[in-house]
Nanobody, 119 residues
């Protein structure tokens, strides 16, 4: 069974940190580009960060540059999003996405994890 499972969300204070994990099962994550998206209440889902299969290229939304770091450990079949200097506007449900570099139809989503940044 193909699954992406996010974890690590929760409540953080402004200026705090959280590290999200995205564990893949049922497929080998190393053949996939991995992205993190987020969706705040009443807003559209937005792309936060992307990492290529070997981690050679990482791209970030302007709103998180310098604060968030995307990484992956293909040996553990897991990707991560380290979030530092969190702001209230980072509050959202964060989703992990994996798209095969060979077959774009192999496009998987996790169930999401809630991140809330509040004093």
């Amino acid at each position: 069974q193909v699954q992406l499972v996010e974890s690590g969300g929760g409540l953080a204070q402004p200026g705090g940190s959280l590290k999200l994990s995205c564990a893949a099962s049922g497929f080998t994550l190393s053949g996939y580009t991995v992205s993190w998206y987020r969706q705040a209440p009443g807003k559209e889902r937005e792309l936060v960060a992307t990492i290529t299969r070997a981690g050679g290229t990482r791209n970030y939304a302007d709103s998180v540059k310098g604060r968030f770091t995307i990484s992956r450990d293909n040996a553990r079949n897991t990707a991560y999003l380290q979030m530092n200097n969190l702001k209230p506007e980072d509050t959202a449900v964060y989703y992990c996405n994996a798209v095969s570099i060979y077959f774009s139809s192999q496009n998987y989503w996790g169930q999401g994890t809630q991140v809330t940044v509040s004093p």
